[in-house]
C-alpha cells in the first residue's frame, strides 16, 4: 500500500534532501512540501497525507503548535517531529502535541524509513538517539493525577503561544494583527496576556523564553 507524506521544513535544501530518501521508499507514492506551519495545515486539509515530517522551529506556527492542530483536527494524519534537539523536554513538548515520531535531524539515514513505517503501523517512533526513559517519564506524567505542566507554556493557550513566537520573531502588533487576521485590540489583549501568564513584562525576556523551548531559533 502505498502512502502520501508531507514535508514540512522552512529549508529548500532540507526539503530536498528528505524528499530523494522518502522517493526512494516503495511506500511512499507522494511528496508535498510546506515551508511553514500555516502552509502545512492548509495541505493537510487539502491533501490529507498519511504523514506529516514536521520541523519544530518555522517562522509563524512552529512544528509543535502546528502538530497540536494536525492531532486535534486531523486525526488521520500522523506527525513525526523533526528537530535538532534530543532533550527531555523537546520529545515530551512533541508527545504532548500529538506527535507519533520525534526524529533527530543528524540521525542515521536508515531511521527514516523506520520511523516511517512505524507510525504508519500505529506506533510511536522516537529517535534512538533519544532514551527510552524519556518515553517511560512522560507516560508515567500523564498518569499521574497531579502532574504538573512539563513546560512554562502549558499556561499559554494555542493562540497565545501563536502571538509569543511572532512576537520573538520580532513582528509588530500590527504586522501580527495582519498575519493573523485579527485587529490591533485584540493582538495587544493577547499580548497583555502572554506576560501576565508567564510573568514575563519585558520582550527580550520573552524571546529568551521562546528559544528555550524552541518556539524560534536562534539563528545568532
Do not use: C
Request: aromatic fraction near 2%.
Amino acid at each position: 500500500m502505498s502512502h502520501t507524506v508531507l514535508l514540512a521544513d522552512d529549508h529548500t535544501l532540507v526539503r530536498a534532501g528528505l524528499r530523494a530518501l522518502l522517493e526512494g521508499l516503495p511506500e511512499v507514492s507522494v511528496v508535498l512540501e510546506a515551508s511553514d506551519g500555516h502552509e502545512a495545515l492548509a495541505s493537510i486539509a487539502a491533501h490529507h497525507p498519511d504523514v506529516v515530517l514536521m520541523d519544530i522551529a518555522m517562522p509563524g506556527l512552529n512544528g509543535l503548535e502546528a502538530a497540536a492542530v494536525v492531532s486535534r483536527d486531523h486525526p488521520g494524519t500522523r506527525t513525526i517531529v523533526l528537530s535538532m534537539h534530543g532533550t527531555d523536554a523537546y520529545v515530551v513538548q512533541a508527545l504532548r502535541a500529538g506527535a507519533a515520531g520525534y526524529l533527530l535531524k543528524d540521525a542515521a539515514v536508515a531511521e527514516l524509513p523506520l520511523a516511517l513505517r512505524a507510525v504508519l503501523r500505529g506506533e510511536v517512533y522516537i529517535s534512538s538517539a533519544v532514551s527510552r526513559l524519556v518515553v517511560n517519564g512522560f507516560l508515567a506524567g500523564m498518569a499521574a493525577a497531579d502532574a504538573q505542566p512539563a513546560s512554562p507554556l502549558d499556561v499559554l493557550s494555542a493562540r497565545q503561544r501563536e502571538i509569543l513566537q511572532l512576537i520573538a520573531e520580532g513582528h509588530s502588533t500590527k504586522e501580527m494583527a495582519f498575519r493573523l487576521k485579527l485587529s490591533v485590540k485584540t493582538v495587544e489583549t493577547h499580548r497583555r496576556q502572554v506576560m501576565e501568564r508567564l510573568q514575563i513584562f519585558d520582550i527580550p525576556g520573552l524571546v529568551r523564553l521562546a528559544l528555550r523551548h524552541g518556539l524560534v531559533r536562534d539563528n545568532t
